[in-house]
């Protein structure tokens, strides 16, 4: 049982990382072999539209062409029982290493018939983890949920089925004295940070376990 997660933050000790790192630890807890793979840690760019994964007859139909550092990371996936994708939402969407990556993954599997269907040899189940410094409500009112239900929509139109997890209002620094950042409250941040997050941690680890559970049932 090989369990894979991506980590689309910069940062590989914060909140993306930890909750993907409980995710991790909760497939561990029910035998998986797993991997963290640290995005921004690899030289890659998003798809560049050779459209070579489409090309009728082609060596590369149905798989990115491009050769890079992400190329060895796509190969694991395609091995993969579980794919969990960890990001923080920077101004309403996934990060950039993140949408540059989930180009790379999902296009060449995506097909152009109609309907759209996918070259993916079999199921999987998959999982996302946000992170957010907005509210849940904050988060409706710019959209964002309009976003994440795109990337379940993909997601289980390639895989298979997926779920997610959303952590909110979360906690951005180590010393908000230090930042401009006069809009937040930091006494609130850091209780919320206290009080909220290690449930949010809990739920990556059921989310984890889960998966694997489902898939040894």
């Known amino acids: 049982m090989r369990v894979i997660a991506f980590n689309g933050s910069p940062r590989k000790k914060w909140n993306t990382a930890t909750l993907l790192e409980n995710a991790l630890a909760g497939a561990s807890s029910q035998g998986a072999e797993t991997e963290l793979v640290h995005l921004y840690d690899l030289d890659y760019k998003g798809c560049l539209s050779c459209f070579a994964c489409k090309t009728k007859g082609g060596k590369s139909y149905g798989r990115c062409a491009v050769e890079d550092e992400l190329t060895p990371a796509l190969g694991k996936v395609a091995e993969a029982d579980v794919l969990i994708l960890g990001s923080p939402i920077y101004f309403g969407t996934v990060s950039g290493e993140m949408r540059s990556f989930m180009e790379r993954l999902m296009f060449p ?74 809009r937040f409250d930091p006494e609130k941040k850091a209780q919320r940070r206290q009080d909220v997050f290690p449930k949010d941690c809990q739920k990556a680890f059921e989310m984890g376990a889960g998966l694997v559970r489902r898939i040894d049932g």
């Open 109 to 182: 599997y995506l097909t152009y018939t109609d309907p759209p269907g996918s070259l993916f040899p079999r199921s999987i189940l998959t999982g996302y983890i946000y992170t957010m410094n907005v509210t849940e409500e904050m988060m409706k009112d710019y959209g964002v949920d309009q976003h994440i239900g795109l990337n379940q929509r993909l997601m289980e139109l390639i895989f298979g089925a997926t779920e997610s997890i959303l952590s909110f209002d979360t906690y951005q620094f180590d010393d908000y004295s230090k930042v401009v950042a006069d």
